[in-house]
Structure formats: structure tokens, C-alpha cells
């Protein structure tokens, strides 16, 4: 019975490290950008989950039927359509209406799937104050086999951080605070 104490703190030990393990992994795997959006969260969930919002920035050609299951398409050639070969498909895992979206790689009988086999993203959608601001958050997993794992992870972490750039952009000016920043990053980038 001494014993116990002893037993049920080193299995809690080796819990916790299993857990930190796992973690570890989860995050070398996931590509993660973040933005913040001069627009109420409200206004931003909008932008992200109806056919009007997506084509007033993503692309001239975008629809979604937001449900579990539903698609979204998106297709940014000016003289594109939604069903061509070009047409990017996702498919909707979840969703919390103004805290988050997620969905995954959906393949079209044009997709070769070459980097986004098994792919999901989830969209965090953080309001930053009452009725201002909206930190949208783009986390990117499961990438493909490990032949493919290094140029799917920088090819979306340049996708997402342009898709967010591009929304940014749209909805200008920044915030005071996101102007400091970008000057601070700036400058250190210049002095290296």
C-alpha cells in the first residue's frame, strides 16, 4: 500500500511526458499565421463564411454552403469558373459561429492531391475589442507523407500568411498597435 503513492505519481510522470511529447510533434507538423483584421469579428466571420464575403477579397470566383459537410470553392482566375480545373475545393469539418471554421483537403477528379492529401485547416476568430478588432488565427495540419512534409509546410506557410495579408490589406488602416510592430520588425530585419 506504501507503494502506491509512489507508483501512481511515476505513472502521472510519465503521462505528462507522453503529453509533452505528443505536443511537441503536433506543433513541429502545423503551420500557424496570425493577423489582425480592422473589422469587428462579426464582419470577419462574414468575409470567411458567405459567397458574397469571400469573392469581396479571396477571389472573383468563391462560394460555400456552410454546413458540416458543405463545400467551399474558390477559384481566383479573372476569367475562371467554379468548376474548372483550377477550382480550389474544401470540404467544412466544423464550425462555432464567430470562433472558428475548420476544413479539409477535398479532391476533384482534376486534383492530383499532391500537397494537400490529408490536409485540414481551422480558422480561429478572436475579437480583440468590443466592436473593433478581430485576430484571426490560420492553423495549418496534417500534412502529406514525409517525402512531400517540408515543401507542403512552406508552401502553406506562405499561403496563409499572404491569404491573411491579402484580407489585411483590404480593411486598412491597422491599428497603432499593428503599425508599431510591423515598423519594429522591419527595422530588426534592416540591422541584420
Known amino acids: 500500500m506504501k507503494r502506491l503513492p509512489h507508483t501512481?505519481?511515476?505513472?502521472?510522470s510519465a503521462a505528462a511526458a507522453l503529453l509533452l511529447l505528443g505536443s511537441a510533434r503536433?506543433?513541429?507538423?502545423?503551420?500557424?499565421?496570425?493577423?489582425?483584421i480592422n473589422l469587428p469579428v462579426a464582419e470577419v466571420?462574414?468575409?470567411?463564411?458567405?459567397?458574397?464575403?469571400?469573392?469581396?477579397?479571396m477571389a472573383p470566383h468563391a462560394d460555400i454552403d456552410l454546413k458540416v459537410g458543405g463545400l467551399m470553392r474558390v477559384n481566383d482566375a479573372a476569367d475562371g469558373r467554379l468548376d474548372d480545373d483550377k477550382t480550389i475545393v474544401r470540404q467544412i469539418l466544423s464550425?462555432?459561429?464567430e470562433?472558428?471554421?475548420?476544413?479539409?483537403?477535398?479532391?476533384?477528379g482534376s486534383d492530383s492531391g499532391y500537397l494537400t492529401e490529408g490536409m485540414w485547416w481551422v480558422i480561429y476568430f478572436q475579437p480583440l475589442e468590443p466592436g473593433g478588432m478581430t485576430?484571426?488565427?490560420?492553423?495549418?495540419?496534417?500534412?502529406?507523407?514525409?517525402?512531400?512534409w517540408a515543401e507542403a509546410r512552406e508552401f502553406y506557410r506562405?499561403?496563409?500568411?499572404?491569404?491573411?495579408e491579402q484580407?489585411?490589406?483590404?480593411?486598412?488602416?491597422?491599428?497603432?498597435?499593428?503599425?508599431?510592430?510591423?515598423a519594429e520588425k522591419e527595422k530588426a530585419a534592416a540591422q541584420h
Open 158 to 164: 506562405k499561403d496563409s500568411a499572404e491569404t491573411l
Open 45 to 57: 466571420w462574414r468575409l470567411f463564411t458567405t459567397s458574397d464575403g469571400l469573392q469581396s477579397w
Open 99 to 108: 470562433r472558428m471554421l475548420s476544413f479539409k483537403a477535398y479532391r476533384t
Open 167 to 182: 484580407l489585411q490589406q483590404k480593411f486598412r488602416p491597422l491599428c497603432a498597435r499593428c503599425e508599431k510592430e510591423k
Open 95 to 97: 464550425f462555432e459561429p
Open 135 to 148: 485576430n484571426v488565427r490560420i492553423v495549418t495540419l496534417g500534412y502529406p507523407d514525409a517525402s512531400k
Open 26 to 36: 503536433a506543433d513541429e507538423q502545423s503551420v500557424v499565421a496570425e493577423s489582425i
Open 8 to 12: 501512481l505519481a511515476a505513472l502521472c
